[in-house]
C-alpha cells in the first residue's frame, strides 16, 4: 500500500479550518498451490494453482471546521475503485470482478475539559467480496456488490496524569450480505440479507513508571443478528462467529528504544451456524465454539531512526482450541509459532 496525503490549514467564514486531501494504492498477489499426498511425505500432486490479484485505488478529502476553540465537526468522503482477478492455471481459466464505491461520513468532537473529549460519527462503510467468492473457480464473476453498512457511535476518552481511557457505544447496520445461492447459470453466491450489531467497547491504560504500564481493552457486543428471515439465517437469530465478549490485557516495558508486551487474549463462546446449534453433529461442522483464551509475546528495537527488528511468539502456552467448525469439520486455532523480522524506513 503506499498512501500519499496533504493537510492545509486556512481560514474561512470567519472559523479554522483543516483540510486533507489524500490518495491511496493498494496492490496484492498470491499464488496459492494445493499438493495432495497419500502419504506423510512432504510433496505429492499439485492439485490446485491459482495466480490472483487484487488492486485499488482510493481517494479520500475531509474538513475540520473548528466551529470554537473546543468543538469542531469534520464532514468527509471517499471514492474506492477496486478490481479482482482469479486465474486457475491449470485449467487456464480466468476472470475479473471490479466496482466502485462511494463513502461519506461525517463525525464531530467536543473537548468538555482538558481530561475529556466527547467524540462521535456518522459513516457509510461497504466491504468487498472476498476473491474466492467474487469469482468462481471457473472464472464467473459472481455479479456481488459489496457488503454495506450505516455505522454510529459516541463515546468518551482521556487522560489524566498516567491514567488513560477510551470508551464507546456503537452500532453497525448490515445490509447486502452475501449468502449461498442456486448454482444455476453459474452463480453460486448473492447479495441479501441484513444484520445488526450493537455494543458497547472499553480500554483503559495506566503508566506505573520506569518504563512499565498495563492496558486492557474489552468489546461487549450483546446484538449480533439476523434481520428478516432470508437465506442468510432467521430473524433474531446470533450470527455465526460473532463472539460476544472479547477482551485483552497487556504488560508493557519501554525504554531506549525497546519495547516488549505480554499480553493474555480472551474470545467467548460463539455459535458456527445460523440456527445456533449447541450440540455437536458428527463430523464436528456445527455446534457451539467454545470460549478461549491465548498468550502472546512481543519485542520491537529500534536499532536506529531507520532500522528496526521485532518479533513476537504467538499462543506462548500452546493452547489447543477450535478456530472454525464449517465447512469443513473442526479447524483447530494456530499452534505455538514465532515470527520475527526487521524492517527500514527511507526518512
Not at 220 to 235: C, E, H, M, Q
Request: charged content about 15%; proline content about 4%.
Amino acid at each position: 500500500a503506499l498512501p500519499i496525503c496533504l493537510t492545509h490549514g486556512y481560514k474561512a467564514l470567519g472559523i479554522s479550518n483543516e483540510m486533507q486531501l489524500g490518495v491511496r494504492l493498494h496492490t496484492e498477489s498470491q499464488s496459492n498451490q494445493v499438493v495432495t499426498s497419500q502419504t506423510l511425505a512432504h510433496s505429492g500432486r499439485l492439485t490446485l494453482h491459482e495466480e490472483n490479484k487484487a488492486n485499488s485505488v482510493a481517494l479520500y478529502a475531509q474538513n475540520r471546521f473548528l466551529i470554537t476553540p473546543d468543538f469542531a465537526i469534520i464532514p468527509g468522503v471517499r471514492v474506492e475503485s477496486y478490481n479482482q482477478n482469479r486465474s486457475n492455471v491449470m485449467t487456464n481459466k480466468s476472470g475479473s470482478a471490479k466496482n466502485i464505491e462511494t463513502v461519506p461520513q461525517i463525525g464531530a468532537t467536543w473537548q468538555l475539559i482538558p481530561e475529556a473529549q466527547v467524540y462521535s460519527s456518522v459513516y457509510k462503510g461497504f466491504a468487498p467480496a472476498q476473491l474466492a467468492t467474487a469469482i468462481d473457480d471457473k472464472g464467473v464473476d459472481q455479479q456481488l456488490a459489496p457488503e454495506r453498512s450505516t455505522n454510529m457511535e459516541i463515546g468518551l476518552r482521556g487522560r489524566s496524569g498516567g491514567f488513560s481511557y477510551d470508551s464507546a457505544i456503537f452500532s453497525m447496520d448490515f445490509s447486502n450480505q452475501i449468502v449461498n445461492q442456486s448454482l444455476a447459470s453459474g452463480i453460486s453466491k448473492a447479495n441479501g440479507g441484513q444484520s445488526l450489531h450493537q455494543g458497547a467497547e472499553l480500554s483503559l491504560g495506566y503508566e506505573i513508571g520506569s518504563g512499565w504500564s498495563i492496558n486492557t481493552n474489552v468489546t461487549y457486543i450483546p446484538v449480533a443478528r439476523f434481520v428478516g428471515t432470508n437465506s442468510l439465517g432467521k430473524d433474531g437469530k446470533r450470527i455465526p462467529y460473532t463472539p460476544e465478549l472479547t477482551s485483552n490485557f497487556g504488560v508493557n516495558y519501554q525504554k531506549n528504544g525497546f519495547n516488549t508486551l505480554l499480553s493474555l487474549n480472551y474470545v467467548s463462546n460463539q455459535y458456527a451456524d445460523s440456527a445456533n446449534t449447541v450440540a455437536q453433529n458428527a463430523i464436528g461442522t456445527i455446534g457451539e465454539v467454545p470460549a478461549f483464551a491465548t498468550v502472546n509475546w512481543s519485542v520491537n528495537y529500534d536499532i536506529n531512526k531507520e532500522w528496526k527488528v521485532f518479533g513476537v511468539v504467538n499462543n506462548l502456552f500452546d493452547k489447543r482450541y477450535i478456530a472454525s467448525r464449517s465447512p469443513d469439520g473442526i479447524f483447530p486455532g494456530a499452534p505455538l509459532n514465532f515470527q520475527a523480522g526487521m524492517s527500514y524506513q527511507f526518512n
